[in-house]
């Protein structure tokens, strides 16, 4: 909310793309989760615990019937692979795996700088979240206007595509679907009123596959909300849900 608050104060130009990890604890490979559990010091007599259970168990199904006689379990062929949504580990690792992520981001992407208002102070922002729902943020120069808005979403377009195959590298998968954008432009009216830009506008945002394809990721106005976190969320400030 600051972000865009920002944006009403100065008048520039902002985006923020918003994206979800898709089933983020079920796709935990196992092997990298532990090379980034010893990054953090963490033992490695602790960092196999997961991992030896998820090779060793055998799984039963439990019904009002009873319970199965017949199992499946690990192996070559039949792989028991990720974490899983239930299991107690998956959001300690999960706060580990993002952490690094969110370095990752800070090391390449062009994110935004935030100024105080003497020009004295600056915060750079690339990425704020909780657990996968993410915000991804650009923003003009509040001393050059540069880049514009155009300028802002060529930007985007680099900083979604490192969270993108970051992401896919360790396994994970943004969910396109609940993936979309808000961009905040400002116009004049002849008496100097400043209004935001309405409807869909600029260039578009788009993450390319592996195999080259792109996906054209969804632009909201304004005006319109989507839901995060259990609220509805809108830079125009016209939602009261």
């Given at each position: ?21 898709a089933a983020c604890f079920d796709r935990i490979v196992l092997a990298l989760s532990s090379i980034i559990s010893l990054s953090y010091s963490i033992p490695n007599e602790i960092t196999r615990i997961q991992a030896d259970m998820l090779e060793n168990a055998v799984y039963h199904i439990k019904t009002l019937l009873g319970v199965s006689t017949r199992f499946y379990s690990h192996s070559d062929k039949a792989r028991v692979d990720g974490l899983g949504q239930g299991v107690a580990a998956s959001n300690r ?149």
């Open positions: 909310m600051l972000q865009t608050e920002y944006s009403f104060l100065t008048r520039l130009s902002h985006l923020k793309f918003s994206n979800d990890a690792a999960w706060g580990c795996h993002s952490s690094t992520y969110f370095d990752l981001q800070d090391q390449h992407s062009h994110g935004a700088t935030y100024f105080s208002a003497n020009g004295l102070d600056k915060l750079r922002i690339c990425m704020t979240g909780f657990v996968d729902d993410n915000n991804l943020q650009t923003v003009e120069d509040a001393f050059h206007q540069a880049p514009n808005t155009d300028g802002i979403l060529d930007q985007m377009n680099h900083d979604a595509q490192v969270c993108n195959g970051t992401l896919w590298t360790s396994g994970e998968i943004l969910a396109l679907s609940k993936c979309q954008f808000h961009l905040m432009e400002w116009m004049f009216t002849i008496t100097g009123k400043p209004i935001l830009r309405p409807g869909k506008h600029g260039k578009a945002v788009k993450l390319k596959a592996l195999d080259g394809t792109d996906t054209l990721i969804t632009q909201l106005s304004v005006s319109q909300p989507y839901k995060t976190l259990g609220a509805h969320r809108e830079p125009a400030q016209y939602q009261r849900k």
